[in-house]
């Protein structure tokens, strides 16, 4: 079975190979698709700006390090827990929540700008690209919903190293594999994953890149998950109708919530199916939510045998 730490062993050697190859990487100039047409990189970046925490993990097992970081989750360095010590002694310019500054990323004087973990927006890629080169979301992917393979695809194309963003994908595929056939348990059970806030409750698209991962590793989606329109990255539910929600597994984020806010603020969770028998699992970090090749190794450590006790009950 393929370990978390052979995983991130691979990706530490593929990321300090990354460093010094030149020869793996693509001729510049690079023309790459995404949802806003085509975009041609002229050069290979030397100033990346990444807008979203996502790309950051992305960029970093590229062997890129971003010299400015938009951080949607407000990491204090840019990075998560699990991507951090890949910044090494690099200290980005780091700006936190969802706002995007225009003036403050052109300022930063940057050669690309990554934003493919986006909604779409066509208005700031409009003033984006006016700044520099500006990758955006996957063509054909869901807004705020992109796959982690489409986006490190995109990314990897968009920097000149398409080969090592292939293999990033395969050892991903690889490990996750592993844990579908190391976990049999798993099949013929539903998972699903719920952002709870304080004014509601959130579920996602089949397609959606968290869900995806819940259902690589055996899992089935649940009935709301398959009856979200085509195109649409989630929808809401109130907390009369939470049972909707309800999984076998059910992976909660409490945004901003302790466990006790969150069951205060919504009386009903603790009713369905999910809270009786063990299965609701209320993550303690970003790393699941953001998705990436290499958060998601990182949570399921944790994750997996959580999963397996919570079956066995």
Known sequence: MLKLQSFLGALAIATAMLTGTQAQQAPFPVTIEHTFGTVTIPAEPQRVVALMDRDVDTLLALGIRPV?????????????????????????????????NYEAIAAEDPDLIVFASSGGDAEEYERLSQIAPTVSLPKGELPWGSTTIGTTRLIAQAVGREAQGEALIAELNAYLAAQ????????????????????????????????????????????????????????????????????????????????????????TLPNIGAFKNGGAIIL??????????????????????????????
């Open 68 to 100: 400015a970081i938009r951080s949607w989750y407000n990491f204090d360095t840019g990075a998560g827990a699990w991507s951090v010590d890949l910044l090494g002694d690099t200290k980005p310019t780091v700006w936190k929540g969802r706002d995007l």
């Open 180 to 267: 579908k056939a190391a976990h049999p348990e798993f099949a013929g059970h539903t998972a699903n994953y719920l952002d709870v806030h304080q004014g509601g409750l959130t579920y996602y698209a089949r397609a959606q890149f968290i869900n995806a991962t819940l259902y690589q590793l055996g899992f089935s989606p649940i009935e709301a998950v398959l009856a979200i329109p085509a195109g649409e990255s989630y929808a809401t539910t109130s907390d009369e109708q939470a049972a909707l929600v309800d999984a076998d597994i059910l992976l909660i984020y409490p945004f901003g919530l302790s466990r006790e806010e969150m069951l205060a603020a919504h009386p």
């Open 284 to 313: 303690p970090d970003l790393a699941f939510s953001q998705a990436s090749v290499i958060s998601i190794p990182y949570a399921l450590e944790r994750l997996l045998p959580e999963f397996s006790a919570a079956l066995a009950q």
